[in-house]
């Protein structure tokens, strides 16, 4: 089992960066495959960016690539979500999650952080 903590949500205004992190708690992510999703209020859960914890191989939702930077920190059992430039539209609350697979969408999660709330403002 993985037991998963979100921080770093906040309000901020439109073009500002905010930083989110995952700490795994007991658990290492050891094989897994570790990134976040968000869910904007009235849609779909969806795939942001995901990590492979093995390589440190990222990946990114075409359309978050150049403001969005996923990495982690085998030390401290983190990853984390660098949001850079971010838009009224970023607005939802962002989910960690770990799984063998996370491209799929939410079906191939096994484990969900609580969520951290993200709010721009225009």
């Known amino acids: 089992q993985v037991q998963l903590v979100e921080f770093g949500g906040g309000v901020v205004q439109a073009g500002g960066s905010l930083r989110l992190s995952c700490a795994a708690g007991?658990?290492?992510?050891?094989?897994?495959?570790i990134g976040w999703f968000r869910q904007a209020p009235g849609k779909e859960r969806e795939f942001v960016a995901g990590i492979r914890w093995s390589t440190g191989s990222p990946d990114y939702v075409d359309s978050m690539k150049g403001r969005f930077t996923i990495s982690r920190d085998s030390a401290k059992n983190s990853v984390y979500l660098q949001m850079n430039n971010l838009k009224p539209e970023d607005t939802a609350v962002y989910y960690c999650a770990v799984g063998g697979s996370l491209w799929a969408g939410p079906p191939s999660v096994a484990y969900w952080g609580q969520g951290t709330q993200v709010t721009v403002s225009s």
């Open positions: 007991r658990r290492t992510f050891s094989a897994y495959n």
